[in-house]
C-alpha cells in the first residue's frame, strides 16, 4: 500500500508537467452501473462476509471503503479529462482493479474501476451528444501480469466494449474467463518475447472490433517486472517503458483517448516499483504532449 503516496510524491517531484488532483469518490449510482446493488450495499454498510474479506484479501474498514471509492472516482476522472475535456490523455495513479466482479470483490480489488468510468463514460457521452445516435465504443488494454478476469465478466454480453488481456498463463486467477482477446504469456517471457506478443496483440485487436473505438483504458500493471514477487515473468525496466510507449503511441497514432491506470506491483524493493509507475507515467505525459503540440500545429494551419 506504501506505493501510492510514494508514487504521488515522486510525481510531483519530478514530473512537473503533471497536473495532480485529489481522487473524488464514486457514487453509489455510478457504481451501480457495473455492480450488483447488493454487493455496493454490502461494501458500504460493512456486511461482507469472512469468506467474502478473504476473497478481497484484506479486512473491512470505512476507510478500505472510501479508498474503493476513490480508486473508482480517479478512473473515472481521467476519463473524462481524456476523453470530454479533450486531454486525449489522463491517469489514475492507483486503479486497475480488474479483479472485481459485477457480484463481489477479489484479489485485492472491491470494485471495478475501469468497468464503472467505461459504463458512465458511454452514458456521458450521448449526454454531450444528444444528437448522435453512435455509440461510444471502449477498449480495455489490460497488461497487469495477472488477467483481467472481473472486467471480462462484466464485459461478457457487451459488444461496445472491446477487453484485451495479456497475462501470465500460470498466474493468478487460476481459473480464467474469456476476454474478447486473451494473450497467456509463459513463466519466463522476456522482454523481446513480450514485446513481439503486445505489437501482434494490439494489431489483432484493432482489425477484430467492429468499429474504431472511441476511447480507450490501459491497465499499465509493474508487476510483468523480473524482480516482481507475485509477476513469473521477467521484463525489464526499460522493456515495461517501452510498452507503455509502444501502447500509448498506437492510440495517439489512430486518435484514440486513454485512460491509464496503474494496476499491479508487488516489487521485492519498493523503490523499483514505484520507478515502474513513474515511468508509465512520464509515457503518458509524453504522449500528451505529442497530442497537444499536434492540436496546436492544426489549429495554426
Known amino acids: 500500500m506504501g506505493k501510492y503516496a510514494l508514487l504521488r510524491q515522486a510525481v510531483q517531484?519530478?514530473?512537473?508537467?503533471?497536473?495532480?488532483?485529489?481522487?473524488?469518490?464514486?457514487?453509489?449510482?455510478?457504481?451501480?452501473?457495473?455492480?450488483d446493488p447488493a454487493w455496493i450495499t454490502a461494501v458500504f454498510e460493512g456486511t461482507t462476509s469472512a469468506a467474502q474479506q478473504r476473497e478481497i484479501g484484506f479486512p473491512w474498514s470505512t476507510r478500505m471503503v472510501e479508498r474503493a471509492r476513490r480508486s473508482v472516482g480517479a478512473t473515472i476522472a481521467a476519463a473524462r479529462r481524456a476523453l470530454l475535456a479533450g486531454d486525449g490523455v489522463a491517469a489514475n495513479l492507483a486503479g486497475g482493479t480488474h479483479h472485481a466482479y459485477a457480484h463481489k470483490g477479489s484479489g485485492y480489488c472491491v470494485f471495478n474501476d475501469v468497468a464503472v468510468a467505461a459504463r458512465l463514460m458511454q452514458a456521458e457521452w450521448h449526454r454531450h451528444r444528444p444528437t448522435s445516435r453512435a455509440l461510444l465504443r471502449v477498449w480495455v488494454i489490460d497488461l497487469d501480469v495477472h488477467q483481467g478476469n472481473g472486467t471480462a465478466s462484466i464485459f461478457a454480453a457487451d459488444d461496445t466494449v472491446?477487453?484485451?488481456?495479456?497475462?501470465?498463463?500460470?498466474?493468478?486467477?487460476?481459473?480464467?474467463?474469456?476476454?474478447?482477446?486473451?494473450?497467456?504469456?509463459?513463466?519466463?517471457?522476456?522482454?523481446?518475447?513480450?514485446?513481439?506478443?503486445?505489437?501482434?496483440?494490439?494489431?489483432?485487436?484493432?482489425?477484430?472490433?467492429?468499429?474504431?473505438?472511441?476511447?480507450?483504458?490501459?491497465?499499465?500493471?509493474?508487476?510483468?517486472?523480473?524482480?516482481?514477487?507475485?509477476?513469473?515473468?521477467?521484463?525489464?525496466?526499460?522493456?515495461?517503458?517501452e510498452r507503455d510507449s509502444r501502447v500509448l503511441r498506437f492510440l495517439r497514432e489512430r486518435g484514440v483517448p486513454v485512460a491509464v491506470s496503474m494496476?499491479?506491483?508487488?516489487?521485492?524493493?519498493?523503490?523499483?516499483?514505484?520507478?515502474?509507475?513513474?515511468?508509465?507515467?512520464?509515457?503518458?505525459?509524453?504522449?500528451?504532449?505529442?497530442?497537444?503540440?499536434?492540436?496546436?500545429?492544426?489549429?495554426?494551419?
Open 13 to 35: 517531484a519530478q514530473l512537473p508537467g503533471i497536473q495532480v488532483d485529489e481522487a473524488p469518490p464514486a457514487s453509489e449510482g455510478e457504481l451501480a452501473l457495473a455492480h
Open 162 to 241: 472491446f477487453t484485451l488481456s495479456m497475462h501470465g498463463a500460470k498466474n493468478f486467477p487460476f481459473r480464467k474467463e474469456v476476454s474478447d482477446l486473451d494473450v497467456d504469456l509463459p513463466d519466463g517471457c522476456d522482454d523481446n518475447a513480450y514485446l513481439a506478443a503486445l505489437d501482434q496483440a494490439l494489431v489483432s485487436a484493432w482489425a477484430r472490433q467492429a468499429e474504431p473505438p472511441g476511447l480507450a483504458f490501459f491497465v499499465a500493471g509493474a508487476d510483468p517486472h523480473e524482480n516482481d514477487r507475485l509477476g513469473r515473468l521477467k521484463l525489464s525496466s526499460a522493456g515495461l517503458a
Open 263 to 301: 494496476a499491479g506491483g508487488y516489487g521485492r524493493d519498493l523503490a523499483t516499483t514505484v520507478a515502474i509507475h513513474q515511468r508509465t507515467l512520464q509515457e503518458a505525459l509524453l504522449s500528451w504532449q505529442e497530442i497537444a503540440q499536434r492540436t496546436a500545429a492544426e489549429s495554426f494551419e
